[in-house]
């Protein structure tokens, strides 16, 4: 089955040591997002990809970055994570070409914990 | 500033009756809504959508109406079933200047049902 699949699905940190997570796609889509999620709060989305293209959000702390090296790959990096960045990280695609008509695909997403 | 609000964190019904998730909105450019469906440790998943051109969708046991006027939409699950019980996001996209779309999502609602 075409899926979006992230690694690892919990990953503990330790207070600025630097972290990757990673997501894949097999459904081809040229856009990649990555969101942010703590607990009770609405997912937000700290920046996402149009085929190779970059876009970060205004409010996206310098200290998250991410790479695309190609269509399939996605990652994200936290230079110095901090306890504040604990939380679910969910990686998701879709079509740019299907508009609205092109819902979201999500991954199983990452949960972070920085001790 | 919360585009999309779901004011209620929570809602438990019997097995059998109806489910009623409301969510509400404050950006009157958006033109069209989803509905997202996420079990513990799963990614949230596309359930149903509606443009702002209709005031009703429906799929099987899923309805969702919307009411422009009120900045209102609402989402129906009858009859209710025990496999329901989930936390359901609603979500708007608004255009990005890349070509492609941001989902503003709202905190969601832990809909709990009972056997």
Known sequence: DAMVIQNPRYQVTQFGKPVTLSCSQTLNHNVMYWYQQKSSQAPKLLFHYYDKDFNNEADTPDNFQSRRPNTSFCFLDIRSPGLGDAAMYLCATSTRTGGYNSPLHFGNGTRLTVT | ?????????????????????????????????????????????????????????????????????????????????PGDSAVYFCAAPTPLTSGTYKYIFGTGTRLKVLA
């Not at chain 2, 509400?24 to 799963?42: C, H, I, V």
């Not at chain 2, 429906?58 to 422009?68: A, C, P, Q």
């Open chain 2, 1 to 81: 500033d919360q585009q999309v609000k779901q004011n209620s964190p929570s809602l438990s019904v019997q097995e059998g009756r109806i489910s009623i998730l409301n969510c509400d909105y404050t950006n009157s450019m958006f033109d069209y809504f989803l509905w997202y469906k996420k079990y513990p440790a799963e990614g949230p998943t596309f359930l149903i959508s509606i443009s702002s051109i209709k005031d009703k969708n429906e799929d099987g046991r899923f309805t969702v109406f919307l009411n422009k006027s009120a900045k209102h939409l609402s989402l129906h699950i009858v009859p209710s079933q």
